[in-house]
Structures are given as structure tokens and as C-alpha cells.
């Protein structure tokens, strides 16, 4: 309150705020209303494509949290293991995608899925078909270029409009 | 159209009947006290309501949005919680004066609108001393939090308690000076005799009359930029620090039942009160009262909280002079201008404001670093 300036400060905050009375409120409420997310997101599911996995178990012994579990059979007549059983505990992963790093075959990918928190422990462990892609469960750009080569540019998120669900 | 009835029976009625008696009849003070209590809490429901969604929306937020269609019904919630909660005293306090205070600063609050017309002659007491009764209750309310702050057994209640002393003290004179301008216009103390006189609403008039009753009585009633008594990153929330349950909400509804008197009041003395076209007066009445609201809303969400010394100097420095100043401008203007120029004065008397704004803050620097008390 600087009253040798006359109340010119008081006379632009109050502008500043009828200003802002008028315009758009930046509050998303939540649930029933969510912003775009970035197509570049690295959201932190896992995308699992069960034609390329050679059941190497690479991912498995990279993930610093032991999250991911392979369990595989020898298929003789394909001289080939075949997958029997990839079960990831999201509820450990950390989202570092060391293991989409890894994968020899690029057989793992991360998604785009931001909202995986899970009312008990045991739906948060995704096993073998939960694990698949799907037209909810897209690809990410991450550690692949050439789909992020596809992907619009990055923009400031909160310019972008919010949608009803 | 029960009230124009209404205040048309109490024209009818005043000559007939003996004049002591307020209103001239029993059943207009009963219906009058309920008419008053129910407008004070509907409107203090509507303010909270338009002061939490207009700040959030000042704030490009969304405000409360989840109790009823646009959270109208939050401030119903808001009581109910409150209403549910534990009433704990504090076993050091003074437990009477505790007990005593939420309602000490409540009730007079509501007697102010005794005086208060919501239409021609539609009021609790036409008292011809009106502007002096309102002045005289609205600081008993001072006492209420005061014995708050004692009773609390508190350092951070009775600081608060202290500062509201002050302050309040302070910004009597000048409010009370502003208000002897619109008198003199008027010529006389009635509230609804004010609004009879009011062919040209006050506030063009006396624009700085109203511009120190606005500053004076936002500091009276505790809003922010002046809501030092409750200052919550200073003093906790002030007096009623210690208080919970149904007593809390009676000092959070006194304090909206301040602003909504002091919007009222604003309203009769400066904006015309229940008068205007077409729409009833009444209804009026009400949406100059909100509209004056809606300018405390904004002006506490834009305005950081003054310091304490800052609210002493801008009181005694700033409001009280230039009141001072106020009344004997008005007092020439009434006994000297011509009758026939009743316009003219509008754009003398605006000016005469900017120009002594613009002088007093040349003169006067306020808020220049500490001040050593």
C-alpha cells in the first residue's frame, strides 16, 4: 500500500484480478475432466508384444527392482523357448525403462497409461494377455524414434483443452 | 408482495397509532425480527457463497463446486461440519466469558438492522436518531471479541483481541465523520428519511464520504486487507483462536453478518438504497447490497494484508483529516450552493476527491519499513 504513488498499484492489481474473474479458471478437475497428455509421454505401463519376445529374459535381469518375471519353456520342434508366463509388478516399477533399453528383440515398449494405482497389491501385477498391446494400451515414443518421428510436437500442456470423460 | 402491503399498512398506521411503539403495532416487531434474522442468515449463506467462488474465480480457480449445482449448498455443509464438531474450552480459560462472547459479538450485529429500510417505511423501528444507533451497536460487537480473546487464556486470542481494539477505535472517527456528510445532505439521522432524500444517490455527491466509509468500514468489520485480528500467518486466526464447534460458527456468521450491515448500510447511505426503476424495491435493496459486497470480495483478493502500524497510520493519517476535511467541504456545500445546480456539484465534488487522494499521498509515505513502537 504505497500511498505516495497515489493507488496506482491498487487501481492495476484490481485490474489484474476482474481480469482474471473473467477468464478461464486453470483448476482440472480431476476425475471427471483430465488434461491431453503429451504425446510423448512415458507413462509407466509396459507394453509387452508376445511375436517378437524370444523369452531371453534380458529385461528381467535388468530391472533394478526385479519387478519383471519370465518364465520359459524349450519348444523343441521350434528350437526356440517359448513364454509361458511374463508377470510385472507395476507396483515395483520405477519407470526407469531400462528395460525397453535392453530388449535385443524391441519386443517391450513403454505406454502411455498414467493412471495405474490400484485399490488392492494384486491388481497392480500384470500378467501375460494384460501385457499386450491394444488400441487403450498405444506404444510410446520412448527409446523409438520412429514412432516418436510420428508424433505431433511438444506443447505446453496447459494450452491444451481439457475433455469430459 | 407481502412487504409493500406491508410497508404501506406502516404508513397507514404510523399516524394512527402512538409513536413509541416501534412500527405502531405488535405484530410488526415479530414479523420484522423474523424477516431480519431470516434475511441476515440467507444473505450471510449467499456471501459466503459468492465470496469463496468470486475469490476463487479471481484466483483462476474453480472455488467449492461439489455441494449442490455450483456448490451453492456449501456453506449449508460447511455449517453442518461445523455444527458436529467438538465444543472444547480451553480448562485455563475464563469459561463464562468464553460462553458469553460468540453471542455478545452476534447480536448486535442483527439489531443494526432494525434501522435498516428495505422499502419505504418497510423497517423494524424508523428510529430518527438511525445513524447514531447503528453506530452506537455496531461497536458493541468489539466487546463480544474482546472478551473472545480474554476468555480464551491465549497469547495469540488476546492479540488478536488487542489489534481489534485499535483498529477499531481508530476507524470510528473517521467512519463516523463520513457518515456526518451524508447528514448534512440529507438532514437527518433516519436512515429511511436518507434514502427519501436520495433523488441523486450519495456516492456522486460524496464520493470521498463514500470512498473513507468503504476503507473505514472494511477495517471495521475485520475484512482483509485490514484482517489483522485473525491474521492467520501472524496469530493463528486470531480471537477465535480456541474456539470449535457451534461457537466458532457463531463468530464466522458474525462475521459475515457484519459485511452484510455494513454492505446495507453502504447501500442506503451512498447508493440509493431500496430505490430504483422497475424492479421492486426491495429487490433493490438486495442487489446493491451484493454489488457492494462483490467490491469487498474484490479488493480482499487483490490487497495484501496491511501491517498493524499500517492500519494506524492509514486511519489516523490518511482517513481522518481528509474526513475532517470531507465534513467541512460538505458543510460549506450544503449552506452555500445554489439549489437550482444539483448536477453541478457531481463533478466539483469528484474532483475535489482526486485532488486531495492525490495531495494526502504526496504528503504522507506509508509503509517506508519498520516502526519501532
Known sequence: ???????????????????????HPVTVQYPEQRLNTSRRIRGNELIWDNIKCTGCATCAKSCPQG????????TPEENKYRVEKIEVDTGYCIQCGLCVEVCP?????????????????????????QLLPSAERRRSGYMYPEIAAELPRQTLLVERITEEK | MAIANLGANVLGHLATLPPDWPGGFWWHWLLFTVIIIAFVLTLVMGFIWIERRGMARMQARLGPNRAGPFGILQPVA??????????????????????????????PVLMIFAVVPFQDGALLADLNIGILYV?????????????????????????????????VVSYE?????SLVGVVLIAGSLSLNQIVLAQDIPFILLQPLGFLLFFIG???????????????????????????????????YLAEYAE???????????????????????????????????????????????????????????FLFPLALINLIITAIQVLTWPVALPWVIIPVNITIMALLVLLWSKFFKLGWGRVAV
Open chain 1, 1 to 23: 500500500m504505497q500511498f505516495e504513488r497515489y493507488g496506482k498499484g491498487i487501481a492495476k492489481g484490481l485490474r489484474v484480478t476482474i481480469r482474471h474473474l473473467l477468464r
Open chain 1, 67 to 74: 519387478a519383471i518375471q519370465i518364465i520359459s519353456s524349450v
Open chain 1, 105 to 129: 528383440f524391441e519386443a517391450i515398449y513403454m505406454g502411455y497409461a498414467y493412471e495405474r494405482a490400484k485399490y488392492r497389491r494384486e491388481e497392480v501385477v500384470q500378467t501375460n494377455e
Open chain 2, 78 to 107: 460447511d455449517a453442518i461440519k461445523v455444527l458436529l464438531k467438538e465444543d472444547i474450552v480451553p480448562s485455563k480459560g475464563d469459561k463464562i466469558v468464553h460462553w458469553l462472547a460468540p453471542v455478545v459479538a452476534f447480536a
Open chain 2, 135 to 167: 453506530v452506537a451497536i455496531s461497536s458493541i460487537s468489539t466487546v463480544g471479541l474482546f472478551m473472545a480473546g480474554w476468555g480464551s487464556s491465549n497469547k495469540y486470542s488476546l492479540l488478536g483481541a488487542m489489534r481489534d481494539i485499535a483498529s
Open chain 2, 173 to 177: 472517527i473517521p467512519v463516523i465523520l
Open chain 2, 217 to 251: 468500514g472494511c477495517a471495521e468489520i475485520n475484512r482483509s486487507p485490514f484482517d489483522l485480528f485473525e491474521a492467520d500467518s501472524e496469530i493463528v486466526a486470531g480471537f477465535h483462536t480456541e474456539y470449535s464447534g457451534m461457537k466458532f460458527a457463531m463468530f
Open chain 2, 259 to 317: 459485511a452484510v450491515v455494513i454492505s446495507a448500510i453502504i447501500a442506503t447511505l451512498f447508493l440509493g438504497g431500496w430505490r430504483g426503476p422497475i424492479l421492486p424495491p426491495w429487490l433493490w435493496f438486495v442487489i446493491k447490497v451484493i454489488a457492494v459486497f462483490f467490491v469487498m470480495v474484490w479488493t480482499r483478493t487483490t490487497l495484501p494484508r496491511v501491517r498493524i502500524d499500517q492500519l494506524m497510520a492509514l486511519a489516523w493519517k
